[in-house]
Structures are given as structure tokens and as C-alpha cells.
């Protein structure tokens, strides 16, 4: 399905990055972001130019990525569905999340779609303790989120792990189909949880920290809409003791988080790929055919996205 006439209409017809203007006036560079109502923060993780190989970029069209989708319209069903076309959806929220929020919170797969429960965390992981622990993390700015993202990577690759979350969906982007079929990986807001996992298939690609890390950072604009409403819920939720400003700095996702996760995956695992191969039990053949499925030549309607723009609005949206 093309986009429709209100989304053509607020594109960018002036020098810069075209962009989307959501309902609430969020504007959002697209690409990378697309827009399907009822679904926030959904974004393609591919275009990426990637380091060291000249003329080779991340394939587009294949890994999506984004919020909770169980609210999308029937516009935004046709927009996932008709237009990217996405079959497999990969849910990495956990057992309690969705009790929590009801079976609404599970939503229902779209007409030729498969939805995959992969939770990273399982029940033991929220307990009060650890709880309390990851949203101290959070809260306490860059050095915290790492703290914070060690947790997740250790949930992950956790031994005997009954999902296997991170393998579960490489398996899938590794098929021998070319080019594998569209995914939605997402959480609650696609932020943490996936956007670790995001930052490991780039970066295993190939994709440089400095591109990974701006990918990570555009949860920032697509969750901006959302921020006001997710702050206020912390803030009133208690564990914080109320702190607005802690709030705030557990729902960014400034690029110097995700710069220093990976470099604290090198010094804990040796790399991004030691980690996938000897932690979450990755075969290494794998890793290579997921190369060869994501990472293609650049053509001349395939160009590198150029994000040097994009890192402006993000910058723009702090002020």
C-alpha cells in the first residue's frame, strides 16, 4: 500500500530530510521512520552504510523495528501488512508484562503474520530487588543504562534460556530464503530490549559504533509524543521516590548509551560476535549468513542513508 495522501502531504518539500508529521505534531525523518497509526516508534533498521566495505549497506525492507504494536489501526495494519509486508513478529516483552497490561496487550497478528513470543526476561528476573536495581540503573544517566543493558545481554544469553530470544529471531533473518521475510522485532516501547538487539545485528554486520549508536538515539524522536505520558507514570509509579528528573533520564536514549554498552559487550565478551557465538549459542555459520542476507551492494537507488540530518533533529528534540 503507498503512503497515503496525508502522509505525502506533510512530507518535507524543503532542503533537509523528508520528514512525517504524526497526528501530534512529531515530526520524524523518513526514512528510516514510517508511519502506521497505532504503532509508535516504528522505524527500518536497514539503509546503514557499512565500515570498511566500501559500496555495502544493511538491506532495507527486512528488519523492522518498533513499539508495542497491539493498538495499530486498521490503517496501520494495512501500512505493516500491504506496504512492508511484514510476516514474523517477535515479541521480547516477558510473561508478567502481559498479565500485567491484559490480553488487549497481546494484540492479534495481522492477516499473514506469525507472532513469536521471546520474552528476554523470564518471572524470576522481576523480583522486587531486581526491579528497584534496573530502574536505578536507568535512572542514573549513562553509566547506569550500561548497567542497565548488561542485565539484558546477561538475561539473553542466559543458559537453558527456554525462548532463546536473540538467537530465535537471528535464526530467522539468517534463513536461506534471500532476502529473509520482513520482521517486526519489538517491546513495550521498542526501546531497550529492542533496541540492544538492533545495535547486535548491526554491529555484527559491521555497521560503525558511531551509526549504531545514532540508530539506537532515534527512539528519542519517535517516542517523543509519549514521553510526557511515560514520565509521569514512573514518577507517580514510586520507585524513584517520585524524582521527575530520574524519570526523564531513564526514558532517553542518548547515542552515549549505546556507546558505551558496546563497549562494555567488548570488555565483558570480547565482541559483539564472541558474545552471540558464546553466550547466546549462535552457530558461527549463522553469523555469516546473516551477513550475506543483510549486508548487499549499494546501487544507485539504494543508496547509504545519510543520517547526519537526523542526528540534528534528535539533538533539536533535547532542547
Given at each position: 500500500?503507498?503512503?497515503?495522501?496525508?502522509?505525502?502531504?506533510?512530507?518535507?518539500?524543503?532542503?533537509?530530510p523528508?520528514?512525517?508529521?504524526?497526528?501530534?505534531?512529531?515530526?520524524?525523518?523518513?526514512?528510516?521512520?514510517?508511519?502506521?497509526?497505532?504503532?509508535?516508534?516504528?522505524?527500518?533498521?536497514?539503509?546503514?552504510?557499512?565500515?570498511?566495505?566500501?559500496?555495502?549497506?544493511?538491506?532495507?525492507?527486512?528488519?523492522?523495528?518498533?513499539?508495542?504494536?497491539?493498538?495499530?489501526?486498521?490503517?496501520g495494519?494495512?501500512?505493516?501488512?500491504?506496504?512492508?509486508?511484514?510476516?514474523?513478529?517477535?515479541?521480547?516483552?516477558?510473561?508478567?508484562?502481559?498479565?500485567?497490561?491484559?490480553?488487549?496487550?497481546?494484540?492479534?497478528?495481522?492477516?499473514g503474520?506469525?507472532?513469536?513470543?521471546?520474552?528476554?526476561?523470564?518471572?524470576?528476573?522481576?523480583?522486587?530487588?531486581?526491579?528497584?536495581?534496573?530502574?536505578?540503573?536507568y535512572s542514573?544517566?549513562?553509566?547506569?543504562?550500561?548497567?542497565?543493558?548488561?542485565?539484558?545481554?546477561?538475561?539473553?544469553?542466559?543458559?537453558?534460556?527456554?525462548?532463546?530470544?536473540?538467537?530465535?529471531?537471528?535464526?530467522?533473518?539468517?534463513?536461506?530464503?534471500?532476502?529473509?521475510?520482513?520482521?517486526?522485532?519489538?517491546?513495550?516501547?521498542?526501546?531497550?530490549?529492542?533496541?540492544?538487539?538492533?545495535?547486535?545485528?548491526?554491529?555484527?554486520?559491521?555497521?560503525?559504533?558511531?551509526?549504531?549508536?545514532?540508530?539506537?538515539?532515534?527512539?528519542?524522536?519517535?517516542?517523543?509524543?509519549?514521553?510526557?505520558?511515560?514520565?509521569?507514570?514512573i514518577?507517580?509509579?514510586?520507585?524513584?521516590?517520585?524524582?521527575?528528573?530520574?524519570?526523564e533520564?531513564?526514558?532517553?536514549?542518548?547515542?552515549?548509551?549505546?556507546?558505551?554498552?558496546?563497549?562494555?559487550?567488548?570488555?565483558?565478551?570480547?565482541?559483539?560476535?564472541?558474545?552471540?557465538?558464546?553466550?547466546?549459542?549462535?552457530?558461527?555459520?549463522?553469523?555469516?549468513?546473516?551477513?550475506?542476507?543483510?549486508?548487499?551492494?549499494?546501487?544507485?537507488?539504494?543508496?547509504?542513508?545519510?543520517?547526519?540530518?537526523?542526528?540534528?533533529?534528535?539533538?533539536?528534540?533535547?532542547?
Amino acid at each position: 500500500m503507498a503512503a497515503n495522501a496525508d502522509d505525502m502531504a506533510n512530507e518535507s518539500a524543503s532542503p533537509g530530510p523528508q520528514v512525517v508529521v504524526l497526528p501530534s505534531g512529531t515530526k520524524l525523518p523518513s526514512p528510516p521512520f514510517i508511519h502506521a497509526p497505532g504503532l509508535d516508534n516504528l522505524r527500518d533498521a536497514g539503509g546503514y552504510a557499512v565500515s570498511g566495505s566500501p559500496g555495502k549497506i544493511i538491506r532495507r525492507g527486512v528488519l523492522f523495528r518498533g513499539a508495542d504494536p497491539s493498538k495499530l489501526t486498521e490503517e496501520g495494519v494495512a501500512v505493516v501488512s500491504n506496504q512492508l509486508g511484514i510476516t514474523h513478529i517477535f515479541d521480547l516483552r516477558s510473561t508478567l508484562e502481559l498479565e500485567r497490561d491484559g490480553a488487549s496487550a497481546v494484540g492479534k497478528p495481522w492477516p499473514g503474520a506469525t507472532r513469536s513470543f521471546l520474552p528476554v526476561f523470564l518471572d524470576r528476573d522481576y523480583s522486587p530487588e531486581a526491579l528497584v536495581e534496573r530502574f536505578m540503573n536507568y535512572s542514573y544517566g549513562t553509566e547506569g543504562f550500561a548497567k542497565a543493558y548488561s542485565s539484558i545481554l546477561a538475561a539473553a544469553a542466559e543458559p537453558n534460556h527456554p525462548y532463546d530470544p536473540f538467537r530465535t529471531i537471528i535464526a530467522h533473518l539468517a534463513s536461506s530464503t534471500q532476502p529473509p521475510s520482513p520482521l517486526l522485532v519489538h517491546c513495550s516501547a521498542g526501546k531497550d530490549r529492542t533496541g540492544i538487539f538492533i545495535a547486535l545485528v548491526l554491529s555484527v554486520c559491521g555497521v560503525d559504533d558511531a551509526t549504531v549508536s545514532h540508530e539506537y538515539s532515534l527512539t528519542d524522536l519517535g517516542l517523543l509524543a509519549r514521553k510526557k505520558g511515560i514520565v509521569d507514570k514512573i514518577t507517580a509509579g514510586g520507585i524513584l521516590g517520585g524524582d521527575r528528573a530520574r524519570a526523564e533520564r531513564m526514558v532517553t536514549s542518548h547515542k552515549e548509551n549505546m556507546i558505551a554498552t558496546l563497549a562494555m559487550i567488548r570488555s565483558t565478551y570480547g565482541s559483539v560476535e564472541q558474545y552471540l557465538v558464546n553466550h547466546c549459542r549462535v552457530p558461527a555459520e549463522q553469523l555469516e549468513q546473516l551477513r550475506r542476507n543483510l549486508v548487499i551492494d549499494a546501487t544507485a537507488t539504494e543508496q547509504p542513508l545519510n543520517w547526519s540530518p537526523h542526528a540534528v533533529m534528535v539533538d533539536a528534540s533535547y532542547s
